[in-house]
C-alpha cells in the first residue's frame, strides 16, 4: 500500500516565523488532506488537496501530484498553530496517515 | 458544517467490562465511517471501516470479536470494546465521509473525511 513520510518530525518555532512542512508519498496522489490535531487531540481539516495550490489565511498548501508530494505554509506562526500535522492520502479508499510533524511555537 | 460528534469523550472503566463509543456525523449523512485508535506521540492506525447496512471490514491484527462494530444508520456507528483489558487503553478517534458531495453542510469533496474530537479509553 501507499507510504506517507512527513518532514521535519519535529519542528520548534519563534511565534511570527514561517514554516514548510513537507509530505511524500510512494504512490500517485487521489485524496490529501492535511489535518492539524490540537492538544485535545481533535483532527482539524485544513485542506482538500489531490492537486494545485490553495490557501486560507495564514495557512497555504501546494500538491505536486505528478511528483508525488504536498507541502503546508504556515506564516506568521502563533502559539494556537502548535500540535500535531498530518498529511494523508487515501489508498484502496482508506486513509493513510504520516508519522506527522510535531510544531511548537512558543511566544 | 461536517461536523462529527464522539460520546463519551472519555471513559474510565474496570478491566473484564464493555464499553460503547458513538460517533455521530451531525449535519451530513455518511455511508462509509472509519474508527482509529492513537497511542501516545503516534500517529492514527486504522482499525476498521465501517459501511451503513452491512458488516464492518477489519484491518489485519484487529480482533473483530474484541471490537464490535455496528452502522445502523447513515449517522451512527457505534464502537464496543468488550471485555476491556489496560492494554485497550487508547484513543479512540472515528470519521465519516460524505454521502453526496453536495447538501446543507456545503461539503464540496466527496471524498474528504471529517472527525470526531476522539474518545480517551482508560481501563484499570
Known amino acids: 500500500g501507499i507510504q506517507v513520510e512527513q518532514s521535519p518530525p519535529d519542528l520548534i518555532l519563534q511565534e511570527g516565523a514561517n514554516s514548510t512542512l513537507r509530505c511524500n508519498f510512494s504512490d500517485s496522489v487521489n485524496n490529501l488532506q492535511w489535518f492539524h490535531q490540537n492538544p485535545w487531540g481533535q483532527l482539524i481539516n485544513l485542506f482538500y488537496?489531490?492537486?494545485g495550490t490553495k490557501q486560507n489565511g495564514r495557512l497555504s498548501a501546494t500538491t505536486v501530484a505528478t511528483e508525488r508530494y504536498s507541502l503546508l505554509y504556515i506564516s506568521s506562526s502563533q502559539t494556537t498553530d502548535s500540535g500535531v500535522y498530518f498529511c494523508?492520502?487515501?489508498?484502496?479508499?482508506?486513509?493513510?496517515f504520516g508519522t506527522g510533524t510535531r510544531l511548537l511555537v512558543s511566544p | 458544517g461536517a461536523v462529527v460528534s464522539q460520546h463519551p469523550s472519555w471513559v474510565i472503566c474496570k478491566s473484564g467490562t464493555s464499553v460503547k463509543i458513538e460517533c455521530r456525523s451531525l449535519d451530513f449523512q455518511a455511508t462509509t465511517m472509519f474508527w482509529y485508535r492513537q497511542f501516545p506521540k503516534q500517529s492514527l492506525m486504522l482499525m476498521a471501516t465501517?459501511?451503513?447496512?452491512?458488516?464492518?471490514?477489519?484491518e489485519q491484527g484487529v480482533e473483530k470479536d474484541k471490537f464490535l462494530i455496528n452502522h445502523a444508520s447513515l449517522t451512527l456507528s457505534t464502537l464496543t470494546v468488550t471485555s476491556a483489558h489496560p492494554e485497550d487503553s487508547s484513543f479512540y478517534i472515528c470519521?465519516?465521509?460524505?454521502?453526496?458531495?453536495?447538501?446543507?453542510?456545503?461539503?464540496?469533496?466527496?471524498?474528504?473525511?471529517?472527525f470526531g474530537p476522539g474518545t480517551r479509553l482508560t481501563v484499570l
Open positions: 488537496i489531490p492537486s
Open positions: 465501517s459501511n451503513e447496512g452491512s458488516k464492518a471490514t477489519y
Open positions: 470519521s465519516a465521509r460524505a454521502f453526496s458531495p453536495l447538501g446543507a453542510s456545503g461539503i464540496r469533496n466527496y471524498n474528504e473525511q471529517f
Open positions: 494523508a492520502d487515501t489508498g484502496f479508499q482508506k486513509l493513510v
